[in-house]
């Protein structure tokens, strides 16, 4: 096969969409993840010539093998990685359950982990592949409110720059982007209260779009990025990050 192939999860909706439909464009053939969106997965696949849509709830280990395999069955490689899924359960740290920092921490933090491993492999054997982490703003700035999220996502820029310097001697690179707040399903779930004190935060004034990310996404994944590996890409408007 001569055209790349690019595994997108989350890709039903919001930034993984946004960076099914740039990868496409960069002249990928696309694996759309999704979990519980099949008919927006199907939406987004018939805007993408070639692509073909992967269920599964990546929180389970076995599903992140699985999905892995299915990809590399149909497609024949995996030449890029982007671990886009993700969710937030917001909770002042009193109110915050076990059970709820479970959840995030699974969906979150342990898919990116069992999905990386599995797919490692295939790029190991291919002696080339890009691995692109969605973490973000608040892994670096912590947010009230978003404890467990934000433990969530500090801890996979850790991860990638780790595994950046295991997998590097392979050829593969491993970067994560860091959004700052972007118009998704996510942030619109936000109380109205909580997108005003966001707002004025951010020095351009605006909250971000998925398209705005998925060009770093497609950044990461060019011959251009050829030497980048370990390093995040913020893309926030300009909020404070250390
Ligand atoms: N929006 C922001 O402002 C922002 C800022 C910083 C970082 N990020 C990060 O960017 C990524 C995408 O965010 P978004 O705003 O586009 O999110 P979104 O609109 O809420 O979409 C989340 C995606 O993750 C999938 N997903 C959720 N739980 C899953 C599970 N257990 N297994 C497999 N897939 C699951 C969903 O699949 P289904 O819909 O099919 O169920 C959906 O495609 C996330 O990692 C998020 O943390 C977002």
Redesign the pocket.
Known sequence: MDKKVALV????????KACAQALAREGFLVAI?????EA??HEVAASIPGSKIFQ????QEESCKDLAKQVKDTFGRIDVLVN?????IDQLITFAKPSEFDQILD??LK?VFNLTKAVSRIMIKQKSGRIIN????VGYTGNAGQSMYAAS?GAITAFTKSIAADLASFGILANCV?????K????DSLPAEAQTAIMGKIPLQRLGT?EEVAACVSFLSSEGAAYITGSTLHVNGGMYTN
């Open positions: 999860t989350g890709a039903s909706r919001g930034i993984g993840h999704y979990r519980s969106q927006q997965a599964a709830d990546l929180s886009n899924a993700g969710m937030s969906v979150n898919s969605l973490s973000s703003v996502k860091a959004p700052g707040f972007i998704t399903d996510m942030t998925p």
